[in-house]
């Protein structure tokens, strides 16, 4: 990384908190109502697609297919079920580190933004009462194309006012790292360096970065 960082794009999901576990929950229990089983292993499968994606890729595992009119019922049902589950969060389910290290860019004149494939974005920052930190939010209902689609951190971009070439993008999905590279922004992988081998640079947690005092640059 050579340029200056004025803007910071996070993920929201395995980011800053992790709902990846209400995810599962929600398509395992429809996977059962269907009939057959959804590992953990098969969840990988789903991480940083959209819905759509994600109900698809469920019924190739097991293996029915599905109108589309029926899959617009299940895909709500999973949803339904997912926001009983976030519905309970609290600030208390925040991932170490995220915050403080949000608060830090922001002393820095570091521009902050939230870009998630997620249309329940609102609700979770409400529930972790969070909102507060962004300069923009980009969510679900405000882009239509799923990572590796760049279209949510253009779109955060351009809100921000800053050139995507300043922009730094935090993701622990291979798919928003590539949606990052394909928006020319450089990347922050937030997860195991094996699983993002094309970010810029990646971390385990932002412990490092706020005992460094780093901005990626």
Not at 102 to 131: E, H, Q, Y
Not at 174 to 192: D, P
């Amino acid at each position: 990384m050579t340029r200056t960082m004025r803007a910071a794009i996070f993920d929201l999901d395995g980011v800053i908190v992790d709902t990846a576990k209400y995810h599962y929950l929600a398509w395992k229990r429809l996977a059962n109502q269907l009939g057959f089983d959804f590992s953990e292993a098969d969840n990988e499968r789903l991480k940083g697609v959209s819905r759509v994606r994600s109900l698809e890729i469920l019924l190739e595992i097991g293996g029915l297919k599905v109108d589309a009119a029926d899959r617009e019922v299940m895909a709500s049902r999973k949803n339904e079920w997912y926001v009983q589950y976030i519905s309970n969060m609290t600030p208390a389910e925040l991932l170490p580190g995220a915050v403080d290290y949000i608060a830090f860019l922001k002393t820095k004149g570091v521009k902050i933004a939230l870009a998630s494939a997620s249309k329940n974005a609102p609700l979770i920052l409400d529930r972790l009462k969070i909102g507060y930190l962004f300069d923009v939010v980009i969510d679900g209902t405000k882009a239509s194309k799923a990572k590796p689609d760049p279209e949510v951190f253009i779109r955060a971009a351009a809100d921000l006012g800053i050139p995507n070439e300043d922009c730094v993008v935090f993701e622990d999905a291979e798919a928003g790292i590539e949606a990052a590279i394909r928006a020319g922004m450089r990347s922050v992988g937030v997860g195991k360096p094996g699983n993002l081998t094309a970010a810029d640079i990646v971390i385990t947690g932002f412990a490092p970065l706020l005992t460094l005092s780093l901005i990626p640059a």
